[in-house]
């Protein structure tokens, strides 16, 4: 930690230093002398800490693994009513403070993998988990309601008043002027159903996530995690290469191993054919309206849908029509391309807009298949990272990646991956802390929904030439009747 190595807690000794400030757990029990609540600090016992943000789920979830020889699980006791109090941060820059004084401490809510420590038997490991206060809320309480109008009031309601969450939330201003009746929900599950009808105001998009940070709630659209008021890339909160660190001996340079990444792997950086079935590139809709009584097909064609939206990649700052996932070539000899074929996947949607006076429901078209494709290009790309700790870094946020072609090109001399490497979206982010190896470091998830340079296009058919048989069709029995004439049985 650098609070061991310096006396000042705001210089970064070497890439991996840490403040950890207080690990704490506060008893639901009162000490009758004191007026105030049991706490212990286990902040001496304790071995490691992980906090996960993600973008996909509402709150902050974490655990911490303790070297326990004082049983403290059974003498606060540890039984789910706990809070937790916990403050660690990147030397010189702002971080976690889980804490009374500065935000809201956690909830414990279990404990497990508890074991005897085979060397000393009077001591042993547990983890401890521990979770955002909503999460309780969220779990006690249900909606039975209607929310009319602007999405992120009803958001913003819930929060407040079903969740009782205190905490700042950041929101994207929506065009959704509906009426959504909630069917007797948990409120995160109420959210989620309000998210999936919001429309922003300043992207063509559909769909929005609403998720935790250390910073507090943010209720948004994807697009808006890849662009500023609808006008420019959003730029890159931080740079990232694949490199050798500095080694012992050398002299260091801190910021530079920072931007290191220690190691990376790509889950499904192709599967077309997963996402030509899912309907990622192409789709039809067939949607019913039962006031109007009509039926209306819409196609959607990821091409030319593509540069109508912000991506992670972009050009001098704006849209770009060219750099899609999906490169420009006729497939086979239909003379089109596969973001053409749209009955790769058929969908039915009920679209009845005219069921309140002053309210109408969002029509389906604008934002059904476009947030369908959205979603599937989000599992598509996938980049594992796992770097050094910064506590600058939160899910939603742009980063950069370097790294280089895999292939020999010269002496000293690396070529930059001219498709992968460029700009990601952080979908997921785990703080992971050793307190016994003195390190912190991150495993960060995330993606990229377009390629750094744009991929050759290529108009001509481009068919390779099959055998073909003089009778493509022909009958089984009659090569049946062929072999009993040449008297296989008689060796059988």
């Known amino acids: 930690m650098a609070d061991l190595i310096t006396n000042n807690p705001n210089i970064i000794e070497q890439a991996g230093d840490f403040n950890l400030n207080k690990v704490n757990l506060i008893s639901y029990r009162f000490d009758g002398e004191e007026g105030a609540p049991y706490e212990i600090d286990i902040k001496p016992i304790t071995v490691n800490i992980q906090v996960v943000e993600d973008i996909h789920k509402a709150c902050l979830m974490g655990s911490i693994t303790v070297y326990d020889s004082q049983d403290v699980r059974t003498v606060l006791p540890i039984t789910g009513l706990e809070k937790l109090e916990l403050s660690f941060n990147t030397p010189g820059m702002p971080g976690v403070h889980a804490v009374r004084d500065e935000g809201f401490p956690f909830n414990v809510y279990k404990i497990e993998a508890v074991t005897a420590d085979k060397v000393n038997p009077r001591a042993q490991y547990y983890k401890i988990y521990f979770c955002s206060n909503e999460m309780y809320h969220n779990t006690i309480n249900r909606v039975s309601r209607s929310y009319a109008g602007l999405i992120e009031y009803g ?6 008043n079903k969740l009782k969450s205190k905490k700042k939330l950041y929101y994207e201003p929506t065009r959704s002027n509906t009426k959504i009746i909630i069917p007797n929900l948990q409120p995160l599950e109420a959210i989620d159903m309000l998210s999936e009808k919001a429309l922003s105001g300043a992207y063509k998009n559909g769909g929005y996530h609403f998720y935790e940070t250390t910073n507090g709630f943010y ?22 290469n694949y490199q050798i660190t500095n080694t012992q001996g050398k002299v260091k340079d801190v910021a530079n191993d920072l931007k290191s990444v220690i190691r990376y792997h790509f889950e499904r950086p192709t599967n077309l054919l997963y996402n030509l079935n899912e309907g990622m590139f192409a789709s039809k809709m067939v949607s019913s309206d039962l006031y109007n009584k009509t039926i209306t097909t819409t196609n959607y064609d990821y091409n030319d849908e593509f540069g109508k939206s912000f991506h992670t990649e972009h050009e001098n700052g704006e849209k770009t029509p060219l750099k899609s996932l999906l490169p420009r070539a006729f497939f086979e000899d239909t003379g089109k391309y596969l973001s053409s074929m ?5 969908m039915h949607y009920s679209n009845t807009q005219e069921i309140y006076n002053d309210y109408k429901d969002i029509d389906a078209k604008d934002y059904v298949q476009n947030r369908h494709s959205q979603l599937l290009s989000m599992s598509n790309v996938n980049l ?4 050094y700790g910064n506590t600058l870094l939160h ?9 280089p072609l895999m292939r020999p090109v010269g002496e000293d001399v690396l070529e930059s991956n001219p498709y992968w490497g460029g700009r990601y979206l952080i979908l997921a982010l785990k703080h992971n802390i050793s307190v016994v190896d003195n390190i912190h470091e991150m495993n960060i998830k995330c993606m990229k929904d377009a390629v750094r340079n744009v991929y050759t296009s290529e108009t001509n058919t481009n068919t390779i030439k099959t055998q073909e048989y003089g009778s493509p069709v022909e009958n089984i029995d009659s090569k049946d009747n062929d072999m009993l004439n040449l008297d296989i049985l008689e060796d059988i």
């Open 342 to 346: 749209y009955d790769s996947r058929i």
């Open 384 to 387: 594992n990272l796992v770097t």
């Open 395 to 403: 899910a939603g946020d742009i980063i950069n990646f370097d790294f």
């Open 219 to 240: 209720f948004r659209s994807i697009e808006s995690m890849l662009a500023i008021g609808g006008a420019a890339a959003r730029p890159s909160a931080y740079k990232f």
């Open 155 to 160: 958001v913003e309601d819930l929060l407040r």
